[in-house]
Every structure is written in structure tokens, then in C-alpha cells.
């Protein structure tokens, strides 16, 4: 599982990641097997991707690229580059990918 951010940057380790995609620390799975995949979005904080419940990835305060082709439309008088709202999207870039189930829950505060 990777994290790949267009037109965005993230914080990984309190410094920001300019690069295309950073890879997660996850096995990866071959074959056919279900695997259960959780991603948790704590509003612009905290992001953790887990893996049958191990997070394999972790990064923080996502933002607005500001050489991003769409930085000029997408920023907010009200958040700044800060982005707290946006679209869910699933991907699979190099394999077939089968979706058994897809739920989305709102959390609890923390």
C-alpha cells in the first residue's frame, strides 16, 4: 500500500514529502486472498492506513502543492493549502483488485 499525492504534500515524520509516492512498510500479498484494509482520516491530522490491523502507514497535515497545477483554484480563503475536505477514491495501479465490501464509518472524537 502506497500513499501518492498529486498536486498535495504530506507530513511523514514531521518533515513534508515531496515526491510522488512514499511506500508503506506492509507485506505485500500475492495470489488470491482477502486481506482487510482500514484507512482512518482524523480530519487534517492524522492518517493511518492498516493492514488486518497493523498500520503500514502513517502521515499527517495534508496540503496543497504550491507549484500544483491547481493550487490557485483549490485554495481556501478559510483553510488556506490546509486540506480538510476532498473526495474518497480506491485504486490499484498495477494489479486487479477485487472489493468484497467498502463501509465507511464517521468516528468518535479522540
Known sequence: M?????GTM???????????CYSSTG??????QWVT?????RGDSIIKHLIDGETVLQYEKPVLDE???????LYSEVHGARLV?????????????????????VLEDE
Do not use: W
Not at 484494509?37 to 482520516?41: F, I, W
Not at 475536505?85 to 464509518?105: M, Y
Open 27 to 32: 507485506a505485500t500479498f500475492d495470489g488470491d
Open 10 to 20: 504530506v507530513q511523514i515524520d514531521g518533515a513534508y514529502f515531496e515526491q510522488h
Open 67 to 73: 507549484m500544483g497545477p491547481d493550487y490557485q483554484r
Open 85 to 105: 475536505q476532498g473526495h474518497i477514491a480506491l485504486q490499484a495501479e498495477s494489479h486487479p483488485t477485487d472489493f468484497r465490501k467498502v463501509e465507511i464509518l
Open 37 to 41: 484494509v482500514e484507512v482512518e482520516v
Open 2 to 6: 502506497n500513499v501518492c499525492t498529486p
